[in-house]
């Protein structure tokens, strides 16, 4: 059945071919331009080898009143998974014709019983296996017959196989003559350097770019033009050549580089197939012949309209060079100079005619016309309306590895592609409503106590400072939404705003990405190609680029920009993806499916279609939004320990354009894969581009939901009135809430990109981290020596005190740790006394400075009646009379020391503190041991307590234009004050214990 099939398409694309040739034929006294008449003609072979698209049923022999469709074929059949399969002609592709086909054979070999089988072949014999043979047949007709028919043969297998044979005979004559010549071609040597020249000045004038190399050869042969498994060549034999001046000379190089620029060596290669594979059709030679002549035709006029007043020359030529050749050559592949029976017929043009080498725009629509009807069609001759009902069927699913191949074979035919994207946000009321009821319940915790908070069975859930971190992230997280819930920010946040955009390039190994630092900037340009050093401080610096090369060590390269404190740029190399920026989007990219070494959270189509096969369920066929689409269920998340949950994806996948998803529901199931709960995420594929045989998408809408904060409160509402059970109403349903829409602003496929523009260089001056070694470096440097080592990192609360190394204490009695130990230990670092003049403070600067000295002067007498040591270290090169006039202006004086001198700074401070070397506090215990530091009060959990103890004094945090900046000062101090007070106070608290 498959071979027959093969057999009717084969006999199809002749037929039409066949056809179209006779209507050149027919018009072609009308038609005066010979390159028009060369690509119609050039049409005909196309289509011999052009598979079809469209294939149209055309009935030759109705069925018999007798025929009948066997109710069971014509059935409604299912997809496997209870749908219903949607019953559409599969006839579009050959392979799944072929795969019908094949099933409906196997299906009649495993499925029907010997009694079947034997009544089927009984009705079909005379349409398929049987033979007649009439009595007055001869003996040897007979038994060839006879044979047939034992071996299952019909006579169109016969011919299949007669028709095979001579396609391989023909490709060994091909084949054979080709390689004698390629051995004649081992004689050849290059033309001199000036012939070259003059091909290379007369192609200039045809509109090349470059030449091909002109070669020599021995003996007669005709001047050719050869391009078979090599760079094209013109071929000129020498002693022609040598009789020849410099006019003939000219026209005759002319002539083999018209045939190079109309790309009539290509055309060989079509004529080659086309004739092995219909060597038995006789308009195959016919049209071969035609084509050999309008191509002359075509270049004739080439040379005739550039070098109009060497015509006579360039009849000589012709005549010469036919009456060179004492023979007609058969070299495949091969252009020459054209046959001499034609000659008489060309010298005549050539002397007397106007010549046209060039297709009007008439004539090209009337090509694109033709190729558009005919090329992609191939009706099926000999079949019935009921055959054809019989033989298809709906198309079987594919597996989910083919279904997953497909996706990256699709993007890998993109491979390398260039674009730039942006992404654009949009919000509604549902997510401003939210927003307001999160602030309100954030104000509602805050108003709690620990203890408040507690488990069905009455346990607490957070102690104190548990409750204070928690309490802190909720506020923290409520001035934030307050600062985006102000009248201006909600009108931004419905109208939209760019949240990202950039310019990325991937050849699937490779990538490179490249934002701007202002996203406002809309002129500025992402994609200039070159990364020089040159460029990158001066064209990129409001650009971040990041290179990844697979394979190269390190394989990161980011760039940062250029700074105020940077201003040759700052950049880091690395071999950990996750030290980087991620260049996550939402489009596939065909980086995931390659096994890089870094665990990534890829929100992109790549992350949720490169999965494992054995992560997807196939549902089956569904509409969507007019596609047939197959629908998938992928879990790529295990099962949550304490929920029992996964996520699920449910997508829709396009099996026409790439099988791209055209939309995909996240929600989440259980153990069972049951949902739990409504989708809470989906995507929407907007527009899919087609690109050559490839398709992309180039819009993506992401669309998240929310909760319905007006819906809960009404609901709320209701239970308060009504005195209902929460538990007997059912959960509200979420709302959409925000959506991200992801569009591509350019696209540009298979655009080849050198490695040399991944693996660029910092500018001169750049400072960069290399994270192999650890160290920063200077670009540009000699050797590439490392900047001077880094300060260690500040001791954290826990570790042992180390000892106190100053130059010397101002009072002249030196102070040991080892000594107070058993005491709690205020160690302050202070800075900048040294340029201070405090007899001259500034004005503006009196009430301020008054303030904080109050507070401390509080605060120092307050802890040194409770025991506390206050010890306080001053940077090197500080001069006593400053650290006195310091301690007269702050009114009270402590153990004051200047430390020891560093490469960095002072040797304590950067032993205590690391990097830090600003106002800093440490409080030693009682044991020795560093109890809390500044810097463990400033990390996010510090800030989360700030807030928590902002909120515990009734200190408002956010900006406020009706606070001044004393007041503001005076709030802030009053937080630091508590906050340090507690640490003491636990510190102190330790000795009672």
Not at 123 to 140: D, G, N
Not at 432 to 455: F, G, Y
Not at 703 to 709: G, P
Not at 728 to 735: G, I, K, Q, R, T
């Amino acid at each position: 059945m498959v071979m027959d099939l093969l057999w009717k398409l084969l006999i199809s694309n002749a037929a039409i071919a066949g056809g179209l040739f006779m209507l050149v034929l027919l018009f072609r006294r009308w038609i005066k331009n010979p390159a028009l008449l060369h690509m119609l003609l050039l049409l005909v072979l196309i289509k011999l080898i052009t598979p079809p698209v469209w294939q149209p049923r055309i009935t030759l022999l109705s069925p018999g009143t007798g025929a009948s469709v066997s109710p069971v074929e014509t059935a409604p059949a299912t997809d496997g998974t209870g749908l219903l399969a949607e019953n559409e002609s599969n006839a579009n592709t050959e392979l799944n014709a072929f795969n019908s086909l094949r099933k409906r054979m196997q299906e009649t070999s495993k499925g029907s019983s010997p009694a079947t089988i034997t009544e089927t072949r009984s009705e079909t014999s005379t349409a398929e296996t049987s033979i007649e043979i009439p009595v007055s047949k001869p003996a040897w007709y007979l038994r060839l017959a006879a044979t047939f028919t034992a071996r299952g043969w019909t006579w169109t297998s016969f011919l299949f196989l007669i028709w095979t044979l001579g396609t391989v005979i023909c490709c060994f004559i091909a084949a054979l003559r080709i390689f004698r010549f390629q051995r004649l071609l081992k004689l050849a040597r290059p033309a001199s350097a000036a012939l070259q020249q003059r091909a290379g000045a007369l192609g200039t004038r045809i509109g090349l770019e470059s030449a091909p190399q002109v070669v020599l050869l021995p003996g007669a042969i005709s001047p050719l033009l050869w391009a078979f498994c090599c760079k094209a060549r013109i071929i000129l034999p020498e002693r022609l050549l040598a009789e020849l001046d410099e006019a003939e000379r000219d026209t005759l190089l002319l002539h083999e580089l018209a045939h190079y620029r109309r790309g009539d060596h290509w055309v060989r290669l079509i004529e080659l197939a086309t004739t092995a594979l219909y060597w038995w059709y006789p308009v195959v030679w016919w049209v071969r012949r035609e084509i050999r002549l309008t191509e002359e035709a075509c270049c004739d006029a080439w040379v005739t309209q550039t070098e109009p007043d060497k015509r006579r020359a360039y009849a000589e030529v012709l005549v010469k060079a036919t009456g060179f050749v004492s023979q007609a050559q058969r070299i495949p592949v091969a252009t020459g100079i054209g046959s001499a029976r034609i000659l008489e017929q060309r010298l005549t043009s050539i002397m007397c005619d106007t010549l046209q080498h060039t297709i009007s725009r008439r004539g090209k629509f009337l090509l694109a016309t033709i190729a558009l009807l005919l090329l992609s069609l191939a009706p099926l001759p000999g079949t019935s309306q009921a055959e054809t009902k019989v033989a298809e069927k709906p198309d079987q699913l594919p597996s989910v590895e083919e279904i997953l191949d497909g996706y990256r074979d699709n993007i890998q035919r993109l491979l390398p592609m260039e674009m730039t994207y942006q992404v654009l946000i949009k919000e509604n009321m549902n997510c401003i409503n939210n927003d307001r009821q999160r602030v309100k319940e954030a104000e509602l915790i805050s108003t709690l106590k620990h203890t408040d908070l507690k488990t069905e069975d009455g346990k607490v859930v957070y102690n104190a400072e548990q409750f204070a971190i928690v309490v802190g992230s909720t506020l923290r997280d409520a001035e934030f939404l307050k600062s985006n819930l102000t009248a201006n920010q909600v009108k931004s946040r419905l109208a939209g705003w760019v949240s990202e955009r950039s310019f990325f390039w991937s050849d699937g190994k490779s990538f490179q990405r490249r934002w701007p630092n202002n996203l406002k900037d809309s002129e500025l340009d992402l994609t200039p190609r070159k990364l020089t050093q040159v460029a990158l401080p001066h064209y990129f610096k409001s650009i971040d680029v990041l290179s990844a090369i697979k394979g190269a060590t390190p394989p990161y390269r980011v760039w940062f920009g250029t700074s105020s404190s940077f201003p040759q740029g700052q950049g880091r190399i690395t071999d950990n993806f996750n030290r980087v920026i991620s260049h996550k989007t939402r489009a596939p990219l065909a980086v995931s499916q390659f096994q890089w070494d870094e665990k990534q959270d890829w929100q992109n189509l790549d992350y949720f279609m490169t999965r494992s096969a054995d992560q997807y369920k196939i549902i089956g066929w569904k509409k969507h939004e007019g596609c047939r689409t197959i629908v998938l269920d992928g879990c790529f998340t295990p099962i949550h320990e304490q929920t029992g949950l996964r996520n699920r994806y449910r997508i829709w996948v396009d099996p026409e354009r790439g099988f791209l998803p055209l939309r995909m529901e996240m929600t989440d199931v259980n153990a069972q894969g049951q949902a739990v709960r409504e989708v809470y995420r989906h995507l929407e594929v907007e527009q899919i581009d087609q690109f050559a045989d490839s398709y992309y998408p180039v819009k993506i809408h992401f669309q998240n939901y929310t909760v319905d904060s007006p819906g809960i409160q009404k609901q709320n509402e209701k239970i308060r009135e009504e005195k209902l059970d929460p538990q007997s109403l059912a959960p509200l349903p979420l709302v959409p809430g925000r959506r991200e829409i992801w569009t591509v602003t350019s696209f540009t496929a298979n655009k080849p990109m050198e490695q040399d523009e991944l693996a660029w260089e910092f500018p001169q001056g750049a400072v960069y981290t290399n994270d192999l070694d650890g160290n920063k470096y200077v670009a540009g440097r000699p050797k590439q020596l490392p900047l001077p080592a880094s300060p260690p990192p500040a001791l954290p609360p826990g570790t042992p005190a180390p000892p106190l190394q100053v130059k010397s204490w101002l009072d002249g009695n030196s102070q040991s740790l080892e000594a107070l130990r058993g005491k709690v230990v205020f160690l302050l670092f202070i800075d900048g006394i040294q340029e201070t003049d405090y007899s001259q403070i500034p004005a503006d600067m009196e009430k301020p400075l008054a303030q904080m000295r109050k507070f401390m002067k509080a605060f120092h007498s307050k802890y040194s009646k409770k025991g506390v040591v206050f010890l306080e270290v001053h940077p090197p090169g500080t001069e006593a009379d400053k650290i006195r006039a310091f301690h007269q202006f702050r009114q009270f004086e402590t153990p004051a020391a200047i430390d020891l001198a560093s490469q960095n700074g002072g040797k304590t401070n950067i032993l205590y503190d690391g990097a830090n070397l600003d106002l800093n506090f440490l409080v030693i215990g009682r044991d020795g041991h560093i109890a809390s530091t500044q810097q463990s009060l400033e990390n996010e959990q510090g800030e989360l307590y700030f807030y928590y103890v902002a909120n515990k004094l009734s200190i408002p945090i956010h900006d406020d234009e009706n606070i001044s900046e004393e007041e503001t000062m005076n709030n802030g101090m009053r937080i630091m004050e508590y906050i340090v007070s507690e640490q003491l106070d636990k510190a102190l608290a330790i000795e009672k214990e």
